[in-house]
């Protein structure tokens, strides 16, 4: 799924605050199937511009289009229907439903984008939980689990619906290099066979080199840069 | 439904707080369930005991309510007695298909006794409808001192055929020792009728004109309490009968008493032997010795007083016929049992009224509660419903998540609350039933089956409106990334 931005602006307002314009993008574009790494210091404005891409956060102004489709043009359940179906975002902060298994969350997304029959959900769950090696944890609330191992639920959960464009912020934030390869590996090579569009928000200098476009998004703007 | 599951999931997460508030709407359902049923169950089982009695009964002046009450359920103590002359003028009317004689008088082992005739077992609840008791062994009574009993009397007492028995003071069990000197013999159980006559010992007439005649003659401490005071019951009032009576009766009747004690103490009681003894019961009795070979209990009982006459019509008119003779005249009173019981029964709604209301404001004490419990959950899982957000629930999902939890609660609460209510209803009335022999069954009530569970699904509802608008209007953003 290709990505247009156009005359973007996004300010947060807050009373008794001094209004902050963090994004100010007048053009910018990701073509159907790429792997981005967006870079940026803490508090440059990452995760807005992915709650943003991801539907959540209607910008202050400017378009967003997705596939062809201007995102924020869409009513609310569109966009929601959206992202269970199309979009898979991977939190920061993981973001599990304490409430349920490793498997039920996988299935999560498969339940609200009403695509697959319960049968079929289990099995897309099991699958990707076998691809993450948690197979063996489908019954483990999150919880239970490690950090790594609720990264690599999060990731199988933003995987199931077999979205066109991935988001994940800070992917790798608490793993250690052995596990951040792992996650980075797994992400990569199922957004390649399914010719997602992958974005990856992360200060990590390590997964430079993973991607073919970096982008550094600073005081607000996207820069595109050197890889190696 | 996925709604459903992660509404399980939330109130699973949080047990405590779920089961408290499914206890209150528990136990909000489970008292109007009681009351309810219970209500239903005693005005059932009241028409029921009654259902065989005929269509008049006649006693004497005074509570119409505590005649019947007293006659037909052999609750509380008759009003008082009337001449056995009514008795034979009402067997005697061409206006009567069945009048049946009634004399309430002492327990054995808290089993009622109750001086009738033959005619007692051809009560029933309608003309094509089969008498209501009927016995289950031996026979009927044939002459004074012998005893039919109830089957619940006789399995409580643990009497067989051809056991004999001596009567206590008063119409509540009584303390060893205190008994009557006349000794009666078992001749006959009933079947389960599914009246208050199931516990109790009918004999004849003068079998409880003997014994109080005895009381009379010989009181001690207890009888002084049970009949010299006059008010532990009416038969009692049978005394008032010897009262009029000359005091050679009274030395009659002791003699009786002396009688049936030398029997009782030698241990070789036939009923003959009682037989020959009732035969000098009184001097009244004694104009009618040559009744007592036979079978002639009217004659028995029309000799001193009884209690009450339970009277069958031969139609409509007559009954009210009967009625207005009664009204216009000063012996007795004649009322109608269906009438005086409308009358308890207005009593016992009033009653179910209120405690309806109460049942009302515990419900919504219960919807408080569980308001109060989904919207403190509902504020403390924003970062949940969040989550649903984030990956794709829509608006009206979340808030079909809070509103199916508390439809849950308020539902699981109802079924919790009708268990309870039917145990706590069919407990209770098992201890009426028990106690009073008016048998109190609790049944499935349909009519209110709707209202059971609408207003508890109301209430789930209604409670949880705000906390489910509350869900609907989350912001995923800053719940998800508050920083």
Known sequence: MDVVLQQLRHTYAAPGLEARTVLMIDEWQATSGAQILLRGISGSGKTTLLNILA???????????????????????????????????????????PTLSALENVEMPLVFGRKLNAGARRARAYELLDSVGLRDFHRHRPLQLSTGQRLRVAVARALAA????????????????????????????SCRRTGATLIVASHDPALATRFDRVVDLRNGALHEAETL | MYELKLAWRNLANRPVQTWVTLTVVALAVALAVTVIHLNEGLQRGIIRASDPFGVLVVGAQGSSQQLVLSTLLLQGLPVGNIDGHIFEELRDDPRVALAVPMAMGDNIGGARIVGTDEHFFDLRSSQQAAPAFQLAEGRIFAADFEAVLGSRAAVGLGLRIGDQFRPAHGVEPGLEGDEHAEVHTVVGILQPSGTPFDNAVLTTVNSVIAMHAEALAAPDASTTTDHAAGNDHAAADLVSAAETVSAAETVSAAETVSAAETVSAAETVSAAETVSAAETVSAAEAAHADDHAGDDSHAHASAGQVTAVLVAPVGFIEANQLWRDFYTGAEAQAVFPGRELGGLFDLLNQGQEILILVGYLAAVMAALTLFLAIYSATESRQHLLAILRGVGARRRTVMLVVLVETVLVAMLGALVGRLLGYGAAAAIAGEISRRSAIPVAIGWLPQVEPALWLLPLALGVLAGLLPAWQAYRVNVVEKLFPS
């Open chain 1, 162 to 189: 077999q979205p066109a464009l991935v988001l994940a912020d800070e992917p790798t934030a608490a793993l250690d290099a052995e596990s951040s390869h792992a996650v980075m590996d797994l992400l990569q090579e």
């Open chain 1, 55 to 97: 539907g959540l956060l209607p910008p202050t102004t400017g378009l967003v289009r997705c596939g062809g489709q201007s995102l924020y043009a869409l009513p609310e359940d569109e966009r929601d229907r959206l992202r269970a179906t199309t979009i898979g975002y991977i939190f920061q902060m993981h973001h599990l439903a």
